[in-house]
């Protein structure tokens, strides 16, 4: 009688069909039908392998031509005005401006869903009426049905999280927001009514972050009159990434079945589902497998909590489900051939956490005595991998249990640091840099992946890297930057390119995940104890070095992004990984400046992501997170000068951790939230060197001089002249040649305008 449910499923297809099929559009390569016929193709592929599955309840109306959140503003005509949208549904024109901006007009702002690597696009609130442009998960519903006899199950983001996620209003601008909102839900919801839709899904994980009882008495409020008028209509509230705030309130709301985390929230949730119960009239979507991560689940113990759930749950009022949308999950492991056997053995990606699903409840409902090989096979792969000695690297642990992970504090503070640099450095007002990577073209992918496979050498692979650095170290003295980079031709991707030179880490051939839009990334899988083998830059950095007299920068990524953007063991806290990572950097870092390099950039734009929903537990987080930064970078030189980046995110809300990682330079993204981040040095004095990114890297677009100069003018009416530093908001690698050219053109020329506006300042 249990049944087994699945709150969203990876888009993207198994070759990732989806990202070509988007990227061929946009370089129109294939027609807007062609883009939908092929869309719908894969859509349907993914809802079957649910129903080949087994699968009872399953998500339609998750799939996305870019992201979700965006859908749900495209649906209920959130539209910034900038768009020109005149009401109606919203064009595939407006809706990829808005997610990646056009000739004339910038692009919403994006940053990260919650704890996660995955972006949304952020609604924006001008004042604007509403309207109800399109019920998507109507249509997802009935080509599900008519396509593949699926009863589906569809999905809404909900009310509140939409509401709590947007921007552009004020407190006193809630009340008319949700009035406008709650008839649109109405409306959406009666027509599935009307079709005969059992069950619909609303997603509400911003239950799980520290909301107040009155935002709470709110919800209640929302989901009062939403269900109002329901009959046959079942709504599941779906929670994830960690335990509901306010437990018997939320199992109180008027809603058939509540959806609960119990991997990230599973003690909290656990405890409160022990102490205040569950109402018998509701059903329980109990989040047993990880739906964020790669590890084969311990059906035993799977089972074993499954069955305490039970304790307060009868078996018809129960679903097994993962823990959130598997969308954070890669497709299938039967695309990897090449992993080590006992290292495969112990993975599950989305169908494998599926056919978990699917044990647990059999087992549930028919006893384990009957599948007692799967409960053994698990047991016994769990047993192989944890025997391999990588997983326990004496040294390693003896490293990180040291004295050095005390060792965290530079020399000098960074005032006496900052004159130091200076000194050395001899840089203009308002230096100009870039994040790090230049354009991967396709003839840098082709050659690496002909390397890859032995088609080429070694020597000549070093050569074509050696021959694009020499290219663009020369294109970025022509355009006149003032600190260069080497352009990463040699790297795929920020993370996993240290992955391959430290110990610990295996790779796979696609586990894929979305990141954002079309950008699939493939996270490295740390397995075992993280350690420093030879130097990872060292050779690429110097030999830029010695092609100009301008300063080139280093360029690593830090300790907590190598964590979060990777599929991490979870036999050990992700604070003791870090530590290892950290250890492993400073040697690294020790090593670049040995070799001459005396500008390092740490980057780390992950760490943001990184807090936990709970602003109870952000301080201890941010201790481990900032300690083991400062432990990678705390050994240098005085006038050795540590760069970092972040992007993306709500940078407000820690400053002053940002300030605690004691970089001497920080970057930051602020172009695609339009200097909002600039209020927050009204407030908060920081003392350290910042470039606020003046244009936006994951748009195609060229922006003009006047674009960059406003941002650069807002950015010196809260920061000082002498620390502000000019730069694009992230890297550059999948940008094409000429944009990226036309591009940087653009942010010389704005800076050298700012420049002769400060004038006297200027000479100082």
């Known amino acids: 009688m249990v049944k087994s449910s699945i709150a969203g499923y990876p888009v993207i297809g198994e070759n990732r069909e989806w990202k070509r099929a988007l990227e061929a559009f946009w370089s129109k390569k294939i027609s807007e039908d062609e883009l939908l016929q092929t869309t719908k193709e894969i859509r349907l592929a993914n809802l079957k392998k649910q129903q080949d599955a087994g699968i009872d309840l399953i998500t339609v109306g998750d799939f996305t031509l870019y992201d979700r959140v965006l859908d749900t503003s495209a649906m209920f005509g959130i539209i910034p005005s900038r768009y020109n949208w005149k009401g109606g549904q919203v064009s ?57 006899g699926i009863e589906g199950k569809p999905v809404l983001l909900g009310p509140y999280t939409l509401l709590k996620l947007s921007k552009g209003f004020e407190d006193n ?21 009307d079709e005969g839709v059992q069950w619909v899904q609303i997603d509400e994980p911003i239950l799980c972050t520290s909301i107040s009882s009155d935002e709470m008495k709110t919800v209640t409020e929302i989901y009062s009159q939403l269900t109002n008028n329901l009959s046959g209509l079942n709504i599941l509230l779906q929670t994830y990434f960690d335990s509901v705030e306010h437990y ?8 058939a079945a509540i959806g ?12 409160n589902l022990k102490q205040h119960g569950f109402p018998k009239d509701k059903v329980l979507a109990a989040g047993i497998v990880d739906g964020r991560n790669v590890w084969r689940s311990n059906l035993q113990k799977k089972l074993t909590l499954t069955e305490t759930i039970q304790q307060q749950v009868s078996p018809d009022k129960l679903w097994i489900q993962p823990s959130c949308s598997l969308l954070h999950s890669p497709v299938t492991t039967r695309s990897e051939q090449k992993l080590d056997q006992t290292i495969l053995n ?25 599948f007692t090989k799967v409960f053994e096979d698990s047991e016994a792969a769990l047993t192989a991998f944890n025997a391999l000695p990588a997983r326990n690297n004496k040294e390693v642990r003896q490293a990180t249990s040291g004295s050095l992970l005390s060792d965290s504090k530079r020399n000098l503070p960074f005032a006496e640091r900052k004159v130091k640099q200076q000194e050395k450095f001899q840089l203009p007002l308002l230096p100009t840099t870039t994040i790090g990577s230049f354009p991967q073209t396709p003839e840098v992918r082709a050659t690496r992946n002909k390397w890859r496979k032995g088609e080429i050498t070694n020597q000549q692979y070093k050569d074509f890297v050696n021959t694009e650095i020499k290219e663009w170290i020369d294109i970025q003295e022509d355009l006149g930057l003032d600190v260069l980079v080497h352009g990463e031709f040699e790297r795929t991707d920020m993370v996993e390119y240290f992955g391959e030179k430290l110990d610990g880490f295996v790779f796979t051939e696609k586990a894929w995940v979305q990141s954002y839009g079309s950008r699939c990334v493939k996270p490295p899988i740390i397995f075992g104890d993280v350690a420093f083998t030879k130097p990872m830059t060292v050779e690429e950095s110097v030999y830029a070095k010695s092609l100009t007299d301008h300063e080139v920068k280093g360029m690593l990524t830090g300790p907590v992004t190598i964590l979060n953007w990777s599929f991490v063991r979870d036999d050990l806290s992700r604070e003791e990984v870090t530590n290892q990572i950290a250890l492993a950097l400073r040697k690294e870092i020790e090593a670049l400046e040995a070799a001459g390099i005396h500008m390092i950039q740490v980057d780390e734009p992950a760490l943001r992501e990184g ?14 997170a900032v300690n083991a930064f400062r432990v990678s970078t705390a050994s240098v030189e005085d006038t050795t000068q540590i760069h970092t980046h972040m992007c993306y995110c709500d940078f407000n809300d820690f400053i002053e951790a940002i300030s605690a990682l004691d970089a001497d ?18 407030e908060y004095h920081y ?24 941002i650069i003018n807002k950015g010196l009416e809260v920061l000082e002249p002498n620390q502000f530093w000019i730069n694009p908001d992230c890297g550059l690698k999948t940008r094409k040649r000429e944009e990226t050219v036309a591009a940087l053109k653009n942010m010389v020329i704005a800076t050298v305008q700012a420049r002769e506006k400060l004038g006297v300042v200027a000479v100082k």
């Open 687 to 710: 003392d350290k060197g910042i470039g606020l990114g003046v244009y936006d890297i994951h748009s195609p677009r060229v922006p003009a001089v006047e674009e960059m100069t406003e």
């Open 173 to 193: 601008d809630v009340p008319s927001i949700i009035l406008q909102l709650i008839p649109l839900y109405q409306r959406v919801l009666q027509e599935l009514q």
């Open 346 to 370: 112990a993975l599950a990606f989305a169908d494998e956490k599926m056919e978990e699903i699917k044990a647990i409840q059999t087992a549930l409902q028919y006893g384990k005595e009957k």
């Open 665 to 682: 330079v920080i970057s930051i993204e602020t172009s695609r939230s339009h200097g909002d981040l600039v209020e927050a040095f009204n």
């Open 260 to 271: 609960l985390d119990f991997v990230h929230g599973r003690e909290k949730n656990l405890d």
């Open 248 to 255: 018997t309130e939320t199992i109180a709301l008027p809603v």
């Open 92 to 148: 595939t024109s407006t809706y990829f401006s808005m997610a990646r901006g056009n000739d004339e007009v910038v692009a919403s702002e994006m940053t990260k869903w919650f704890n996660t690597n995955y972006h949304y696009i952020v609604p924006e609130y001008e004042g604007q009426r509403f309207e109800l442009t399109e019920n998507k998960p109507l249509a997802a519903y009935r080509e599900a049905k008519k396509e593949l």
């Open 611 to 624: 807090l936990p929903l709970k602003k109870a537990e952000w301080k201890h987080y941010l201790d481990w």
